[in-house]
């Protein structure tokens, strides 16, 4: 029996080491072939985003969605903010720059388009983050991506990422 308690209280404390870890899933498993239709190849539309885990004081989520496998180092394929707090981000998400549903207001990506714009690598198989972060915050200002990341920077509550790999048609 105290072999039992110490196992739970020992789990436990294991557990509340990381509080801020937010499962996210898509139509691709972690770690698999993004498909066509989410790439330039396809119908270049976002995934949907299914998140699990929020906590109730989170009051905005910001997406990033990167590939650091691209030639020139870093390549932003979508970023988004104030993202009203939910457990799905919906599949095609307008490339407009405020969202009504859900709430959000999307940046530029390095193609130089607002909203997201998927996979494309020149050549080889690159991989694709998509990242979530849960904020205590609602942000005020246009961001780039290192802006948007310096300014989450003490305000994050959880985080969680799903990524998967793509490469052109032959390759």
């Not at 509340?16 to 993004?34: A, N, Y």
Request: net charge negative.
């Amino acid at each position: 029996m105290t072999l039992f308690l110490a196992a739970l209280l020992i789990h436990g404390c294991v557990q509340e080491e990381h509080p801020q870890t937010l499962s996210i899933r898509s139509v691709f498993e972690d770690g698999d072939r993004i498909p066509a239709k989410y790439t330039c190849d396809g119908a270049d539309v976002s995934p949907p985003l299914y998140i699990e885990g929020l906590r109730e004081e989170v009051k905005s989520l910001v997406i990033i969605c990167e590939d650091p496998d691209a030639p020139t180092g870093v390549f932003t394929h979508w970023i988004a903010w104030n993202v009203e707090p939910t457990s799905k981000i919906p599949e095609n998400v307008p490339k407009t720059k405020y969202v009504e549903s859900p709430k959000m207001i999307q940046g530029r990506n390095d193609f130089g388009k607002i909203g997201y714009n998927g996979p494309c690598p020149p050549s080889g198989e690159h991989r694709y983050y998509f990242r979530v972060y849960a904020i205590d915050t609602l942000l005020q200002g246009d961001y780039s991506r290192e802006e948007l990341l310096s300014a989450i920077e003490g305000h994050i509550l959880q985080y969680g990422e799903i990524y998967g790999f793509y490469s052109r048609k032959g390759e």
